[in-house]
């Protein structure tokens, strides 16, 4: 703004020159014409040529001075109006800072509600929290007396066990023990209700034995059949009692020995073959025709015989029996 100013000075002064130059060439053209004026005249329109000159500069000023005031209050109205609008525009805006704050502070006044119950409940769980720290440490406590009285109750439980499981071993054991006394027991009832049988129907007992005497004549084979009928066979005799003991019924009596599957290999009824002998001189001799074997001469030791088998004779059988 300062620089069009000065320009606009500027022509001003340059045309107030031309001006003047104008007029003194016209002041000097009237001089040639008039030669005849006086120097005062002369003199006198200088004078008024500098007045108008200064007149004109004094108009030019103005006009600067008018310029500008124009020009400034033209910028000052333009300034003014945008003024104006930046004022509306921060009262609009002041007017939503005013709302904004008026939200801010009414969410600040919640937050603090908000933080005040925080607080209060911050204090309430620090409280419940200690208590829940003191009920987890007699817990904990508890558990550890528990998990003693646990491992304690466990080795009690091992050693009721283990006692437990001898005691039952034992019990079993003695249960098995009654059984077989049992079994022996009712076998001995039955054994000595047999012996008591045996005895009373004319059996004999010997050495674990008894031994029936036959009052009448069989073969051989007959003979075994009615001993087997009675739950005993012909007799084996293992020994010198035995045989000695068979002396005393003067008898011939067929007795459990033969070789009747293979000629000269003496077994017993039992499958067993002969080992001890009580054969009497010269037997046996009958080879195949004789094939069972019998007591003979009940007053000699040796008193074996070998006998047709299909001959009659008395028969004694034998049961093994043991009290």
């Known amino acids: ?41 002369v003199v006198s329109g200088r004078k008024l040529c500098r007045l108008v000159l200064v007149s004109l500069a004094l108009l030019c000023i103005l006009q600067a001075v008018l310029s500008i005031s124009l020009r400034i209050a033209f910028s000052n109205e333009a300034g003014f109006k945008n003024l104006t609008k930046e004022r509306d525009e921060l009262k609009r805006t002041n007017f939503d800072i005013e709302g904004r704050y008026k939200n801010l502070t009414e969410e600040r006044d919640e937050l603090k509600k908000i933080n005040s119950a925080i607080e209060a409940n911050s204090e309430n769980l620090t409280e419940e929290r200690d208590a829940l720290k003191k009920i987890n440490s007699d817990i904990e406590a508890s558990f550890k007396n528990l998990t003693e009285e646990r491992d304690e109750l466990k ?47 004319g059996w004999l007992y010997f ?32 020994n010198k009692e035995e045989q000695n003991f068979m002396r005393q019924f003067k008898k011939y009596l067929w007795i459990g020995l033969t070789d009747i599957e293979t000629e000269g290999k003496w077994k017993w009824v039992d499958g067993t073959p002969l080992t001890r002998s009580f054969w009497g001189s010269k037997e046996p001799n009958g080879k195949t025709l004789e094939n069972c074997g019998q007591i003979k001469h009940p007053d000699s030791e040796n008193n074996w015989n070998d006998e047709r088998c299909s001959n009659p004779h008395y028969w004694i059988c034998e049961e093994k029996f043991s009290l």
């Open 1 to 41: 703004m300062a620089n069009g100013v000065h320009t606009e000075e500027f022509e001003l002064n340059m045309e107030d020159e031309n001006l003047c130059a104008g007029s003194a060439k016209s002041d000097a053209s009237l001089n040639r014409s008039y030669e005849e004026d006086e120097v005062t005249s």
């Open 155 to 201: 080795r009690i439980n091992f050693d009721t066990e283990a006692s437990r499981k001898n005691l039952t071993e034992q019990r079993d054991e003695l249960e098995r023990k009654l059984n077989i006394f049992e079994s022996q027991y009712n076998s001995l009832t039955e054994e000595s209700d047999k012996l008591k049988r045996r005895l009373k129907n």
């Open 207 to 238: 050495s674990g034995s008894l031994y029936y005497i036959s009052s009448n004549e069989k073969t051989w084979q007959e003979s075994r059949k009615d001993c087997l009928q009675k739950d005993a066979d012909l007799i084996i005799i293992n």
